[in-house]
């Protein structure tokens, strides 16, 4: 494998990572106020 | 699969910039950057630190000495805000950064330009937070935990809420950027079951970040809106309930306490190892341990609330998950026990705190241990017993992991040996004045002193007295550390070598001392007998 194809794999799993790491946030963003539903 | 990392755009093929704005405050570099988050911390721990000293002086005698009560309750407030967001989540993050890559092999963190942003957010976050202290209504004095009503009459609520925000934002972000450098950037063949202890437990920590955060961020955005726009989360007369708010806040909260103490564990057992000269014992228990007490951390936030009145079955559930948490707990502890048993053992500094570190922070797990019992809570609830008990797990835990990483990896930062005497005299200053300082408050706590007041019964006279004095010394001890620091980034004659410590094994000791601006811009190769635990089956 190149250094280049190196790079752009290293980049992709990067990108993919922070996608999913960004959704676990959001998810629990919006459980701390769905909790209050459910405490109800 | 782990890919080797690889040459970002920015400045790669040279060393640091000269000028000094573009070095510090354009840095993509994740060791200046983790320099400044060290600094940072360094400086929070001083200014947390002296409200410290500011509360421990007031507590001095009975009676009201040197402040009015609401300035006593924002130094309450305002000392656990900076230690926790200022001085220890940050001195983590500054050593994760600069670590991190140099322990996986990858030239830099995954995203460096996040990297510089996480940081220069803090001090905006922090400035913020303490200038707030200086405005008309004063700072906030509700407690750290900021429970709603009382939170909620403080006039700079606004202020601390988008500081609280900024500091999540910067923590989401690290942790996102340490979680995509350690899943993607690892050098070929340090497969993730070959990866030093600290690393694991930065992985862990990271995801426990990126979990509970977002969790304080709802909560407090939920104060603010009840304060500023009319809506009733917490106000039982609209139809909300103020417990809600304790149970969002420990969601948060209790997690947030291992996000302290992980990384702690995992620098416990990248010390050990090498001044015992053996392998640390059951690589694969410790890093199960550390999942496992992550798992843990999210099912025991209301043994923090015992005494608001749960039901009888939440308050058994959290009794017993609490208890869990004693067993991975338990397997780390004996481990490292296991790891020196037999050892060629030496005593330099880093060992030094990481052995009282194991001591005293069992001491703050035993009192942790204790506080999980519901019937027996309700006598230590909010009394100095739980005071002494978190100080023996962020102090002497914590804290004094923090400062044994720092003697251990201080020559390869710097390329320079710190004085073993003066820190040899800075421990031993350290560990007898920390126990003066938080021992006596158990038996405050255990005969009734409450937490959070500027006043007491004379019968607690004398034991305040010896824990004042003991702060005032611990305090004055943090000095001889500043001292250390300056001599060997600046004066010290002594170079260190590559390896620093005969025992030390791991990618980060191959690289010279001090280590070079730019290190492994092409993957390493990995030798299984090079790393702490890569031929070690068990």
């Not at chain 2, 963190?109 to 913020?128: E, G």
């Not at chain 2, 303490?130 to 750290?144: Q, R, V």
């Not at chain 2, 194991?358 to 005071?387: E, N």
């Not at chain 2, 937490?451 to 001889?480: C, E, H, K, T, W």
Request: proline share 6%.
């Amino acid at each position: 494998m190149s250094e280049h194809q190196q790079d752009d794999e290293s980049r992709k799993g990067v990108n993919r990572t922070v996608k999913i790491l960004l959704v676990i946030v959001l998810v629990f963003f919006a459980l701390s106020f769905v909790q209050i539903l459910l405490m109800k | 699969m782990s890919y080797a990392a690889t040459h970002d755009q920015h400045d790669d093929h040279h060393g640091a910039p000269k000028s000094f704005f573009q070095r510090w405050c354009m840095s993509t570099n994740h060791k200046d950057i983790g320099t400044l988050y060290l600094v940072f911390a360094l400086t929070m721990f001083f200014i947390g630190g002296s409200f410290a000293m500011g509360i421990r002086a007031e507590l001095f005698k009975p009676g009201l000495q040197l402040m009015q009560p609401y300035f006593f309750n924002e130094l309450t407030t305002m000392h656990a805000l900076v230690m926790i967001f200022g001085a220890i989540m940050p001195a983590f993050v500054g050593l994760g950064n600069w670590m991190i890559p140099l322990m996986v092999g990858a030239p830099d963190m995954a995203l460096p330009r996040m990297n510089n942003l996480s940081f220069w957010i803090l001090p905006f976050a922090f400035i913020l937070m303490l200038s707030t202290l200086f405005l008309p209504g004063g700072g906030p004095a509700g407690g750290w935990t900021m429970y709603p009503p009382l939170s909620l009459q403080s006039n700079s609520l606004a202020y601390v809420v988008f500081a609280i925000h900024l500091m999540g934002i910067s923590s989401i972000m690290g942790a996102i950027n340490i979680i995509a450098t350690i899943l993607n950037m690892r050098a070929p063949g340090m497969d993730l079951m070959k990866m030093p202890v600290f690393v694991w437990s930065w992985l862990i920590t990271a995801f426990l970040l990126i979990a509970v955060m977002p969790a304080l961020a709802g909560a407090v955005t939920m104060l603010l809106t009840d304060k500023y726009f009319g809506t009733n989360f917490f106000n039982p007369g609209g139809g909300g309930d103020p417990v809600l708010y304790q149970h969002i806040f420990w969601f948060f909260g209790h997690p947030e306490v291992y996000i302290m103490i992980l990384p702690a564990f995992g620098i416990i057992s990248e010390i050990v190892p090498t001044f015992a000269r053996k392998p640390i014992f059951g690589y694969k228990a410790m890093v199960f341990a550390i999942a496992c007490i992550a798992f843990l951390s999210f099912i025991v936030w209301a043994h923090h609330m015992f005494a608001v009145g749960l039901p009888l079955g939440a308050e058994i559930f959290f009794m017993y998950a609490t208890m869990l948490i004693s067993v991975p707990t338990g397997v780390k502890v004996f481990n490292w026990v296991a790891t020196m048993w037999g050892g060629s053992m030496t005593f330099e500094t880093p060992m030094l705190f990481s052995i009282a570190f194991i001591i005293l922070f069992t001491i703050g797990g035993f009192s942790g241990l204790m506080m999980a019992l519901v019937p027996a809570d309700f006598q230590y609830h909010d009394t100095y017993f739980i005071v002494a008990h978190f100080h023996y797990v962020l102090v002497t835990g914590a804290l004094f992991a923090i400062i044994a990483a720092a003697y251990y990896w201080m020559p390869k930062w710097t390329g320079n040996m710190y004085s073993e005497f003066w820190g040899k005299v800075h421990f031993w200053n350290s560990v007898v004045w920390v126990n003066v300082l938080f021992f006596p408050q158990h038996f405050l706590g255990l005969a009734g002193m409450p937490r959070r007041i500027p006043d007491y019964n004379v019968a607690f006279a004398n034991f305040n007295m010896v824990s004042s004095i003991g702060g005032f010394l611990f305090g004055a001890s943090q000095l001889i550390f500043v001292g250390v620091l300056i001599h060997c980034v600046f004066f010290s004659k002594k170079k260190a070598t590559d390896r620093v410590w005969e025992g030390a094994k791991g990618l980060e000791w191959t690289v010279p001392s001090p280590a070079p601006y730019h290190t492994f811009e092409l993957p390493p190769v990995v030798r299984d007998e090079e790393l702490a635990h890569g031929h070690v089956n068990d």
